[in-house]
């Protein structure tokens, strides 16, 4: 079992940053991946960033590539993403998600394997 808890979410004007964290408990492994995902208001949940549990390998969606960046901290056993010049469609409800094992990281939602609860990210233009 691996339980995800977020943070980190709140609401921001168009051009600033924020950063999300993620911890993480429970049994990881090098061959977990870990993601985020959102969710916009009437759109189906997309995927935004990922990152191997080890190495330095990252995806990211190219809607964010460029302004946001994943990163872990494995002694921490914390994911984050850093957002950068936020724009108004940025604006969605974040989930941390984790992946026990897979080959890509292109992720689809029936890849992940655990779920946080989310964390909302409005961004006011």
């Known amino acids: 079992q691996v339980q995800l808890v977020e943070s980190g979410g709140g609401l921001v004007q168009a051009g600033d940053s924020l950063r999300l964290s993620c911890a993480v408990s429970?049994?990881?492994?090098?061959?977990?991946?870990m993601a985020w995902f959102r969710q916009a208001p009437g759109k189906e949940r997309e995927f935004v960033a990922a990152i191997k549990w080890t190495g330095s390998s990252t995806y990211y969606a190219d809607s964010v590539k460029g302004r946001f960046t994943i990163s872990r901290d494995n002694a921490k056993n914390t994911l984050y993403l850093q957002m950068n010049s936020l724009k108004s469609e940025d604006t969605a409800v974040y989930y941390c998600?984790?992946?026990?094992?897979?080959?890509?990281?292109?992720?689809?939602?029936?890849?992940?394997?655990?779920w946080g609860k989310g964390t909302l990210v409005t961004v006011s233009s």
């Open positions: 429970g049994r990881t492994s090098q061959a977990n991946t």
């Open positions: 998600a984790f992946q026990v094992w897979g080959a890509t990281l292109k992720l689809r939602s029936d890849d992940i394997d655990y």
